[in-house]
C-alpha cells in the first residue's frame, strides 16, 4: 500500500479530469445555458439512450468480465459468481410471476440502492487519487467526506419525492414516499457539515504541506455534488448521470485492465500492447453490455406480462448484480485492486528500464 | 377439590362432543402468503447451505450464505409492509435508514472481515 506512483493521473490531467467528473460538469453548465426543456429535452433523452449502447451498457458488463475473465477471478468470490445470478433470478421469476405486488418492490429497491452506489464510487475515486496525491485519508477525514458524499444521495431522494403524482418508472408505478417536511433541510444541513468539516482538513493539508492539494481529488465529489443537487433540476442533464457515472466506472476499470494485462512480468509494455489490451477488453464488455440490456429482456418476453415491467425488472436485477460485484472486486483494502490503481498508463508504454549493477 | 373435577368433566364432555375449534386451515394461499412461504424456503436453502458447508469453505463464502438471508427476509418485508411507509412519514425515514444499513452490508458481501478470515487459506 505504500507503492507510490510516478504521477497523480492514470493519463494525464486533461483525460483524468475529463472521466472522473470534468466531462459531465461542462456538460452541465452547456445544458444549464442551452436547454430549453420540450423537443430538445426529448431529443437529448434520444441522445442518451443511444450513448449507454457505447458507455453505460459496457460499465456494466465490466464488473462481469473483471469477475469471470479468469478462473480464479471467479473462484476467489464463489459466492458472487455462482450463488448471486441464481438469487437475482429467483428476485426477477418473484417479481415476473407477481408483478403487481414484487415488482414495484424489486424496481424500488435498485431505485434507492443505485444512488447508493454511486456514492459509493466517488468515495472509491476519491480515495484512490487521494493516495495518489499522498493525501492521508484517515478515519475523521473519511467521516466527513462520507457525511458529504452519502448526504448528497439523501437530500437528492428527499427532494425528488415531494413530487404530488405517482411516477412510472422501469414498467411500474411508484408512489411518492411521503418524508417529512423537515427531512430534507436537516439533511441538507448535514450535507454542508460534512463538506466544511472536509474542506477544513483539506485546507490543514495544504497549510502543512504548503501545496496546494491537487484539485482531482476532490472533482469527484464535486462532480456527484452537481449531478444530483443543480443537476437534479435540469431534465436535460439530469439524463445523463447514469452516462457520466458509467465514464468514471470505465476510466478507472480500463486503468486496472491495463495495468494488470500489460503491466505484468513478461509482458511486452509499448502503447501497441496498451492498443490490443483496450480492443480486446472495449469489444467484450460492448457485446457483454448488448447480451445484458438486450438479450437477456429478449429471454422472457415470452412470460405474458408488459413488456416495459420486465426489461425493468430485469434492468433492476443487472444493476443489483452489478452493486454486489463491484462491492467484491474493488475492495481497496486488497493488494491485488490497489497496486494497479497506482500505476499510470503511460509509464506501462514505456519499456522498463534495466536494473543498475 | 372432588366438585370441581366433576363440574370440569361434565362442562368439557358436551363441549368436547361439539368437536375441535381449531383445525389444520386448509384455505388456499394467497399471493402474498406464497410469496412469504418461498422466502422462508429460501432463507432455509441459505441457512442449510452456510451449515453445510462450515468448515469446508473461507468464512467469508460461509457469512455470505448469511448475508443472502438478511437480503431475502429485508426484501421480504419491504414487499410485505413497504405499503406502511406512503402513509407514515417517519416509517419512511426509517425504511431509508434501514436500507441504508442493508446496502452498507451488502457492500461487505464476500469480503474477508477485519480480524482475518481465519479458514482462508489464500
Given amino acids: 500500500m505504500s507503492q507510490s506512483p510516478r504521477s497523480l493521473y492514470f493519463v494525464n490531467w486533461w483525460i483524468d479530469a475529463a472521466a472522473i467528473g470534468g466531462l459531465s460538469i461542462a456538460a452541465f453548465v452547456i445544458a444549464r445555458l442551452l436547454a430549453d426543456g420540450g423537443t430538445r429535452a426529448i431529443e437529448l433523452a434520444q441522445a442518451g439512450a443511444i450513448l449507454s449502447v457505447f458507455v453505460n451498457y459496457p460499465h456494466f458488463s465490466a464488473t462481469i468480465y473483471r469477475l469471470y475473465e479468469n478462473p480464479d477471478s471467479a473462484r476467489q468470490f464463489p459466492v458472487?459468481?455462482?450463488a448471486l445470478p441464481f438469487v437475482l433470478l429467483g428476485a426477477v421469476a418473484a417479481s415476473l410471476w407477481q408483478p403487481a405486488l414484487i415488482a414495484p418492490y424489486f424496481v424500488l429497491l435498485f431505485l434507492i440502492w443505485s444512488p447508493y452506489h454511486y456514492s459509493g464510487q466517488t468515495l472509491g475515486i476519491t480515495m484512490i487519487y487521494a493516495r495518489r496525491a499522498g493525501f492521508q485519508v484517515e478515519r475523521w477525514q473519511r467521516l466527513?467526506?462520507?457525511t458529504f458524499v452519502f448526504s448528497i444521495f439523501v437530500v437528492a431522494l428527499a427532494h425528488r419525492q415531494q413530487r404530488t403524482e405517482p411516477t412510472t418508472s422501469h414498467g411500474v408505478t411508484l408512489p411518492?414516499?411521503?418524508?417529512?417536511?423537515?427531512?430534507?433541510?436537516?439533511?441538507?444541513?448535514v450535507m454542508w457539515a460534512g463538506a466544511a468539516v472536509f474542506l477544513w482538513f483539506v485546507v490543514d493539508w495544504c497549510r502543512k504541506h504548503r501545496r496546494m492539494l491537487p484539485p482531482i481529488v476532490l472533482l469527484p465529489a464535486a462532480s456527484q455534488f452537481i449531478w444530483f443537487m443543480p443537476g437534479m433540476k435540469t431534465a436535460a442533464f439530469y439524463e445523463f448521470v447514469p452516462l457520466f457515472h458509467s465514464l468514471q466506472y470505465l476510466f478507472i476499470a480500463w486503468a486496472m485492465q491495463i495495468s494488470l494485462q500489460v503491466g505484468r512480468e513478461g509482458q511486452e509494455r509499448s502503447w501497441r500492447a496498451i492498443r490490443a489490451v483496450s480492443m480486446k477488453w472495449g469489444l467484450w464488455n460492448y457485446a457483454g453490455g448488448i447480451?445484458?440490456?438486450?438479450?437477456?429482456p429478449w429471454?422472457?418476453?415470452?412470460?405474458?406480462?408488459?413488456?416495459a415491467t420486465i426489461v425493468g425488472v430485469l434492468i433492476a436485477a443487472v444493476n443489483i448484480h452489478h452493486f454486489f460485484v463491484d462491492?467484491?472486486?474493488?475492495?481497496?483494502r486488497h493488494t491485488s485492486s490497489a497496486s494497479p490503481l497506482m500505476t499510470n498508463?503511460?509509464?506501462?508504454?514505456?519499456?522498463p528500464r534495466p536494473a543498475s549493477a | 377439590m372432588t366438585r370441581a373435577v366433576l363440574l370440569f368433566?361434565?362442562?368439557?364432555?358436551?363441549?368436547?362432543?361439539?368437536?375441535?375449534e381449531f383445525t389444520v386451515s386448509r384455505v388456499p394461499l394467497t399471493g402474498r402468503e406464497t410469496f412469504l412461504a418461498v422466502v422462508i424456503v429460501a432463507m432455509m436453502l441459505c441457512g442449510l447451505a452456510s451449515f453445510f458447508l462450515s468448515g469446508r469453505v473461507a468464512a467469508r463464502t460461509q457469512t455470505a450464505f448469511a448475508m443472502f438471508v438478511v437480503l431475502i427476509g429485508g426484501f421480504a418485508l419491504l414487499v410485505l409492509f413497504g405499503g406502511f411507509i406512503y402513509d407514515h412519514p417517519l416509517a419512511a425515514i426509517g425504511l431509508l435508514f434501514l436500507l441504508i444499513g442493508l446496502f452498507k452490508l451488502m457492500n461487505q458481501f464476500e469480503s474477508a472481515r477485519r480480524g482475518g478470515d481465519r479458514t482462508d487459506g489464500r
Fill in chain 1, 144 to 146: 466527513a467526506l462520507s
Fill in chain 1, 80 to 82: 458472487t459468481a455462482y
Fill in chain 1, 291 to 296: 447480451a445484458l440490456f438486450i438479450g437477456l
Fill in chain 1, 327 to 332: 462491492g467484491v472486486i474493488w475492495k481497496l
Fill in chain 1, 299 to 307: 429471454l422472457f418476453m415470452w412470460v405474458s406480462v408488459p413488456t
Fill in chain 1, 345 to 351: 498508463v503511460t509509464d506501462l508504454a514505456a519499456h
Fill in chain 2, 9 to 20: 368433566v361434565l362442562l368439557a364432555g358436551p363441549a368436547a362432543a361439539q368437536g375441535p
Fill in chain 1, 176 to 189: 411518492p414516499i411521503p418524508f417529512p417536511d423537515w427531512f430534507a433541510p436537516v439533511a441538507t444541513a
